[in-house]
């Protein structure tokens, strides 16, 4: 994908993130559509879209909406990371493993997100964040399938073609 389209891409979720989502939020939690832009782009995509601009819109992100700077940028590094590693072992055409890797992504993220924001001195409990999880990732999760069913058709041209599956052997 052009860097220019995924830039556009994440403006618009950016966007959304701070305006619109907050309409849809249940008990405060809304859909990250960063993070599902993120996973999708770093799970689909070969090259690092999703890992460099994941990194400059955490980066606004905090700057226009959190109390610290830099932590959301690392969190969506670590989850790109990991994301990445497990690319090379799932494959991308598998429903499943989008639903797996973006449920674990979900977690990874918050769990981060919240260690740093502890040790900041966070007003936050251990308990609050737990009792926000199922939210985050039922949003999340819905987000990322939606868009790895909207970006596969441009990764993966004739994807369920069976001479596509000899044609790798």
Same mark, same amino acid.
């Given at each position: 994908?052009?860097?220019?389209? *995924?830039?556009?891409?994440?403006?618009? +979720?950016?966007? &959304?993130?701070?305006?619109?989502?907050?309409? @849809? *939020?249940?008990?405060? *939690?809304?859909?990250? &559509?960063?993070?599902?832009?993120?996973?999708?782009?770093?799970? /689909?995509?070969? !090259?690092?879209?999703?890992?460099?601009?994941?990194?400059?819109?955490?980066? %606004?992100? !905090?700057?226009?909406? +959190?109390?610290?700077?830099?932590? +959301?940028?690392?969190?969506?590094?670590?989850?790109?990371?990991?994301?990445?590693?497990?690319?090379?072992?799932?494959?991308?055409?598998?429903? +499943?493993?989008?639903?797996?890797?973006?449920?674990?992504?979900? &977690?990874?993220?918050? @769990?981060?997100? #919240?260690?740093?924001?502890?040790?900041?001195?966070?007003?936050?409990?251990?308990? #609050?964040? /737990?009792?926000?999880?199922?939210?985050?990732? /039922?949003?999340?999760? *819905?987000?990322?399938?939606?868009?790895?069913?909207?970006?596969?058709?441009?990764?993966?041209?004739?994807?369920?073609?069976?001479? %596509?599956?000899?044609?790798?052997?």
């Amino acid at each position: 994908m052009k860097m220019r389209f *995924a830039v556009i891409i994440f403006f618009v +979720a950016f966007l &959304l993130q701070g305006t619109v989502l907050n309409l @849809f *939020a249940i008990n405060g *939690a809304t859909p990250n &559509l960063i993070l599902c832009l993120v996973v999708v782009f770093s799970f /689909l995509y070969e !090259d690092f879209n999703g890992l460099i601009l994941g990194v400059v819109f955490g980066l %606004l992100t !905090d700057s226009c909406m +959190a109390q610290y700077v830099g932590v +959301a940028a690392f969190s969506y590094l670590i989850v790109c990371l990991i994301v990445i590693n497990m690319r090379e072992t799932i494959n991308k055409e598998n429903i +499943a493993s989008i639903i797996i890797v973006s449920v674990g992504s979900t &977690l990874i993220y918050n @769990f981060i997100y #919240y260690l740093i924001n502890a040790g900041f001195g966070s007003i936050y409990s251990l308990t #609050y964040w /737990l009792k926000l999880q199922p939210i985050y990732i /039922l949003y999340n999760s *819905a987000i990322v399938f939606l868009l790895y069913l909207i970006f596969i058709k441009k990764v993966i041209k004739y994807r369920n073609d069976r001479y %596509l599956i000899w044609k790798k052997y």
